[in-house]
């Protein structure tokens, strides 16, 4: 046998990274947000990226999605260099949502997202078959995020958690590999926040596709987390919840005593001095 012979004819795809970051640095108005960034992502794992306020958590979800230039390092998405537009992601970018007045239907919103990308045109001027599909597509994205019952009416009249499902909705029109969620539990009452949670973990089981979700508190999210990314300092750290969400590791993060303490349920609850930069808050729940 030939060694060409003995290569396996297909690579498996599971080994592949579906998102690789390697000492990668973003400067922002002259000032490096954060540097020596590493991680890599497996297709179907479930992050949450966490941190204080401006430690650039959105900042990493748009350098990932290339919508922002690195200083140094590299980050390839699906094996390719980060690139603006790539259909492969999936995005609902922070603090969207809709007035009381927007009459907009839900299930416009959701096809919004077969706009541009792959499919070019809006939906009225595709091809039949393809329009076919793109209503398809619709319905099953809806379905998927449970939002079938209120999709006909206005967007503006539903609650934030239906508006958040339908954003999530938009953002899988495009069977995204990567689903980038940037804090899309904001300002969702607990019963609400674990609901969407629920709903992002059960897409990221049944599309296989890996989900960054940027959170302000990681306890809805902690059954469905596999890792966290702690951004804060400029700094970043990568593991379990259990390796990162310590007092040891968030102490030296921060670079002052942080206290990580355990609820009798099993929440985690971040105290710390730094209450302007957002440390405690996780205490406030
Ligand atoms: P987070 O999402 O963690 O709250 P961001 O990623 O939005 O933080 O922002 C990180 C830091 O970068 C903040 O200090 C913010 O003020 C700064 N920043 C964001 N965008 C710009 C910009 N276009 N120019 C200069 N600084 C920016
Ligand atoms: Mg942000």
Known sequence: MTEHMDAPSVVAPAAEPVIQVTGAAVQLGGRTIWQDVALRVAPGEFLAILGPNGA??????KAILGLIPLAAGSIRVLGQPARRGNPAIGYVPQRRHFDADVRVRGSDIVRLGLDGGQWGLPLPFLQPDKARVARQRVTEVIDLVGASAYVDRPIGELSGGEQQRLLIAQALVTQPRILALDEPLDSLDLRNQQGVAGVIRHISRVTGAAVL?????????????????????????????????????????????IEVLRARDGRIIVVGQSAEEGVSYHAHH
């Open 213 to 257: 979700l940027v959170a302000h508190d990681v306890n809805p999210i902690l059954p469905a987390l596999d890792r966290v990314v702690y951004v804060a300092h400029g700094q970043v750290a990568v593991g379990t919840p259990e390796e990162v969400i310590t007092t040891e590791t968030l102490s030296r993060l921060y670079g002052t005593p």
């Open 56 to 61: 650039g958590k959105s900042t990493l979800l």
